[in-house]
């Protein structure tokens, strides 16, 4: 497994607001992804001058904004067994969010942290 990117995610109710604070910082929206849960939920991919990235994803589930880290993986099942060994937990049994273009899921470090782990497809069906 190799980490392909590492960046802060904030997930959150409200992402137009989290949006304006970064772009006020010098941030721009650099990828838009609507198709995770069916629709229910975007994630922004955001970048400034400098090459710093932040993910901000939209969350109707959430009862407060959440901050994680985003590890882009090129192998997700490689990822996923190898946090699951060292004890971290999907909040969510075994599920796994699948898209036309990514495979992901957030973990919960035993310590409580979360790490959301990403796998980009490109020649998916």
Same mark, same amino acid.
């Given at each position: ?12 109710? &409200? ?36 090459? &710093?990235?932040? &993910? ?70």
């Amino acid at each position: 497994m190799t980490i392909t990117g590492f960046c802060p995610l904030i997930v959150t109710r &409200n992402p137009e607001a989290v949006i304006k604070v970064f772009e006020a910082l010098g941030f721009e929206r650099r990828h838009t992804k609507t198709d995770i849960e069916g629709g229910a939920n975007t994630t922004f991919a955001m970048k400034d001058a400098n090459g &710093n990235r932040i &993910n901000i994803a939209s969350s109707e589930t959430i009862p407060q904004d959440l901050t994680s880290i985003s590890i882009n993986v090129d192998n997700f099942q490689e990822a996923y067994d190898f946090l699951i060994a060292r004890g971290f937990v999907n909040p969510r049994g075994d599920k796994v969010t699948d898209t036309s273009s990514s495979r992901a899921t957030m973990l919960l470090a035993p310590s409580g942290f979360p790490v959301t782990i990403s796998e980009h497809l490109k020649d998916r069906d």
